[in-house]
């Protein structure tokens, strides 16, 4: 089998995908059952193990029909046995705490560690009225607007299951970890945790960055910063963000691999000209690919693209060779492994889909493109603008178009201005993204820090501007019924099969071609 790590990648998320969409237990354990049962038989029968591809198939279907049980059975259960009991709870604090959509509560993503005087494991989130907390009444005493990850907090309150009534919300919070919401009907007591812990120090170096944005850049500007660098989307502005869905442009605020791919680049190019020995850079830039997921809080579009970057690194740490379908699902395998609700996570969808369709489709047919043109013309060389411009417009195309069933079904439409907006992007994002993140690490440097601190405006500034103006056309964004994307999904997996058939066909004939001279 020439890609075994992506047949397996792909079939536990395609597997996981359905399973947590239907969300029927049992069911999962009778599929678990039979496909255990059809891996026992491919493999006793020499035809069929002769094969590989079918003793694969069931054996990672099976493997993420056992994974989905095992992290139900013992991640989320457990938890939610204390739901609607008025009982104490000691939770140790991760995370700063977030607003709500509506502004009425602050949350803290927490760890349990005890419920009802016994021993609970499990993430949760701690839920405080954003007024109580403001005006510091007693119910929130003025130690808890300190609280710091790693605090350790005990009240009396009550633990509720997240969005039990809509599947789709519930399946979201638990891609991210958690499925329970705790509420404190009492007064919160805080016990300060360790302050030298890797994870404590790391994320306060993040908090520093974000108030660093905030307090440098114009209002106007440094929610795009703080998400462009680190995936928050939270001090966005809703106008802004509008702006930025309708000319298609959104992704671009999820850190992913455009984002990872402009800094190894530079990076990479800066030590290699100083003559830096190839080794101790591909570490170096390991390390940096987990900074960056560390900052971006690991989210499902930034582990997808840093598992691959650090699968395609170590390969060039060990003389290899990384193929590009092989990471993929390698990276999609571990992300599932980490939590197999991941299948149903919008930006890790989004991201995989996009990504395969890139590395599938875009790459080969830009090629074959600027081949034709090559010879049509009789070119010696196709100019390196139209050859960036060209392999532009065909990742953008294939990206928007695999990525369109999803759109539909979570945001209800799609943006028909997306390709011309990427290209108007083109020319400053990479900049804006360089910029704003040196300026974040130098900005202690005077002259410097104001030097990058223009330019990475000025760029921002330009992205904000292009998005605002692709936005403002009368059709930008095409609203679609949810209920239309099984039937686009369909509609496109057919073209991508007969595009893969053409591509097949097409390398087989130059093969025998080459086979002929």
């Given at each position: 089998m020439k890609r075994p790590l992506a047949v397996v990648g792909f079939t536990m998320l395609t597997a996981l995908s359905v399973l947590c969409f239907l969300q029927r237990t049992a069911l999962t354990f009778v599929l678990?059952?039979?496909?255990?049962?059809?891996?026992?038989?491919?493999?006793?029968?020499?035809?069929?193990?002769?094969?590989?591809?079918?003793?694969?198939?069931?054996?990672?279907?099976?493997?993420?029909?056992?994974?989905?049980?095992?992290?139900?059975?013992?991640?989320?259960?457990?938890?939610?046995?204390?739901?609607?009991?008025?009982?104490?709870?000691?939770?140790?604090?991760?995370?700063?705490?977030?607003?709500?959509?509506?502004?009425?509560?602050?949350?803290?993503?927490?760890?349990?560690?005890?419920?009802?005087?016994?021993?609970?494991?499990?993430?949760?989130?701690?839920?405080?009225?954003?007024?109580?907390?403001?005006?510091?009444?007693?119910?929130?005493?003025?130690?808890?607007?300190?609280?710091?990850?790693?605090?350790?907090?005990?009240?009396?309150?009550?633990?509720?299951?997240?969005?039990?009534?809509?599947?789709?919300?519930?399946?979201?919070?638990?891609?991210?970890?958690?499925?329970?919401?705790?509420?404190?009907?009492?007064?919160?007591?805080?016990?300060?945790?360790?302050?030298?812990?890797?994870?404590?120090?790391?994320?306060?170096?993040?908090?520093?960055?974000?108030?660093?944005?905030?307090?440098?850049?114009?209002?106007?500007?440094?929610?795009?910063?703080?998400?462009?660098?680190?995936?928050?989307?939270?001090?966005?502005?809703?106008?802004?963000?509008?702006?930025?869905?309708?000319?298609?442009?959104?992704?671009?605020?999820?850190?992913?691999?455009?984002?990872?791919?402009?800094?190894?680049?530079?990076?990479?190019?800066?030590?290699?000209?100083?003559?830096?020995?190839?080794?101790?850079?591909?570490?170096?830039?390991?390390?940096?690919?987990?900074?960056?997921?560390?900052?971006?809080?690991?989210?499902?579009?930034?582990?997808?693209?840093?598992?691959?970057?650090?699968?395609y690194l170590g390969s060039e740490l060990f003389s290899g060779k990384a193929d590009s379908l092989n990471s993929l699902g390698f990276s999609a395998m571990l992300v599932l492994c980490l939590n197999p609700y991941s299948a149903v996570n919008p930006s890790f969808l989004l991201s995989f889909l996009a990504t395969l369709s890139i590395v599938s489709f875009a790459i080969p047919f830009s090629d074959l493109f600027l081949k034709r043109l090559k010879n049509r013309f009789h070119l010696k060389k196709v100019p390196k603008l139209l050859s960036t411009v060209t392999v532009s417009v065909f990742i953008s195309a294939f990206a928007e178009l695999a990525t369109l069933p999803l759109q539909v079904r979570y945001f209800g439409g799609f943006s028909s201005v997306g390709v011309i907006t990427n290209l108007l992007f083109l020319p400053a994002f990479s900049p804006a993204v360089l910029c704003s993140g040196l300026y974040v690490m130098f900005y202690f440097v005077p002259l410097l820090s104001k030097v990058l601190l223009f330019l990475a405006q000025l760029a921002v500034r330009y992205c904000v501007f292009a998005a605002d103006l692709m936005s403002s056309f009368r059709y930008s964004y095409i609203s679609v019924n949810e209920g239309l994307a099984w039937p686009i999904f369909c509609l496109i997996s057919v073209l991508f099969a007969l595009l893969y058939l053409f591509l097949r066909r097409l390398k087989k004939e130059r093969a025998l071609l080459r086979r002929a001279a």
């Open positions: 678990c059952a039979v496909l255990f049962l059809a891996l026992f038989v491919s493999l006793i029968f020499k035809k069929l193990r002769q094969t590989v591809f079918l003793p694969v198939i069931f054996g990672s279907a099976a493997a993420a029909c056992l994974l989905l049980l095992c992290f139900e059975g013992f991640v989320f259960l457990p938890a939610e046995s204390f739901c609607g009991e008025r009982i104490e709870i000691t939770a140790t604090v991760e995370e700063y705490p977030h607003e709500s959509s509506n502004g009425k509560r602050l949350y803290f993503l927490s760890e349990l560690v005890s419920a009802d005087g016994k021993a609970a494991k499990g993430k949760v989130r701690l839920s405080f009225p954003a007024h109580e907390w403001k005006r510091n009444t007693p119910l929130l005493p003025g130690e808890t607007k300190k609280l710091e990850p790693g605090d350790e907090v005990t009240f009396i309150g009550k633990l509720y299951p997240i969005a039990s009534g809509d599947s789709s919300f519930r399946n979201y919070f638990k891609s991210c970890g958690f499925s329970l919401s705790a509420y404190p009907l009492a007064e919160v007591t805080v016990q300060k945790g360790k302050a030298g812990t890797l994870k404590t120090l790391l994320l306060r170096e993040r908090k520093k960055a974000v108030n660093q944005i905030l307090y440098a850049f114009d209002s106007d500007v440094s929610g795009v910063v703080v998400s462009v660098l680190m995936g928050s989307k939270e001090y966005v502005s809703d106008e802004v963000y509008a702006s930025f869905s309708k000319s298609g442009t959104a992704h671009t605020m999820a850190v992913s691999g455009l984002h990872l791919s402009i800094w190894i680049m530079f990076i990479l190019e800066i030590l290699r000209r100083r003559g830096a020995a190839s080794k101790p850079v591909v570490v170096f830039m390991m390390l940096f690919v987990l900074l960056i997921m560390f900052f971006a809080s690991f989210s499902g579009s930034v582990k997808r693209a840093g598992l691959m970057m650090l699968l």
